[in-house]
């Protein structure tokens, strides 16, 4: 098990840029999930894969968003014309099949827009 | 829709006294409850799950919680408080049903500061 990695760790961009994050979650999970959390706040749903499918995304989440999840394996989270409110901690997470299996989290990507 | 609260923003517990993380839920029929903890610039790591069964649930590092279904409540516990558990603490919740939804719900999470 050699945990779920995100890339990179730290991102800074300007207001208007657009940015991308990749995840590469436990080899052997298929569901595959993205969260943010600001200062303060607990994580917040964004989108949810199973295998290469997509099945479910926040309704709160922005068309700027975009994330994807190609041969059911790694992921990457795409953010369009970054906004200073989109500044945050971008965290990754992957579980096996089962319904009420925990999830393991990487270490985040901390995004700070200019 | 489900949600997480956590009453209390900071925990102070001197080490060696008994902590506890206090947690309340709201959520349409049975719930799935979970504890993670997060140190800085970390990810969470998972801590313990209710799912069915006893009420006292244990999990890693000599925590434990306690479903209370009546008082829709899960409070993390731990009988003699470390320095090294201080660190941000989060409960979550999702229904029981699995059919649907897999949005895990965060409550904002409790800083717990253990004194020496």
């Known amino acids: 098990d050699t945990g779920v990695s995100q890339d990179p760790r730290h991102k800074i961009t300007k207001r208007g840029q657009n940015v991308t994050f990749r995840c590469d979650p436990i080899s052997e999970h298929n569901r595959l999930y993205w969260y943010r959390q600001t200062l303060g706040q607990g994580p917040e749903f964004l989108t949810y894969f199973q295998n290469e499918a997509q099945l479910e995304k926040s309704r709160l989440l922005s068309d700027r968003f975009s994330a994807e999840r190609p041969k059911g394996s790694f992921s990457t989270l795409e953010i369009q014309r970054t906004e200073q409110g989109d500044s945050a901690m971008y965290l990754c997470?992957?579980?096996?099949?089962?319904?009420?299996?925990?999830?393991?989290f990487g270490n985040g990507t901390r995004l700070t827009v200019t | 829709a489900q949600s997480v609260a956590q009453p209390e923003d900071q925990v102070n517990v001197a080490e060696g006294n008994p902590l506890t993380v206090k947690c309340t839920y709201s959520?349409?029929?049975?719930?799935?409850l979970f504890w993670y903890v997060q140190y800085p610039n970390r990810g969470l790591q998972f801590l313990l799950k209710?799912?069915?069964?006893?009420?006292l649930v244990k999990g890693s590092y000599g925590f434990e919680a306690e479903f209370n279904k009546s008082q829709t409540s899960f409070h993390l516990k731990k009988p003699s408080a470390l320095v090294s558990d201080s660190a941000l603490y989060f409960c979550a919740v999702i229904p029981y049903s699995g059919a649907g939804s897999y949005q895990l719900t965060f409550g904002k999470g409790t800083k717990l500061s253990v004194i020496p």
């Open positions: 997470a992957s579980s096996p099949e089962a319904y009420n299996s925990p999830l393991h």
């Open positions: 209710y799912i069915t069964g006893d009420n």
């Open positions: 959520v349409s029929g049975n719930p799935y």
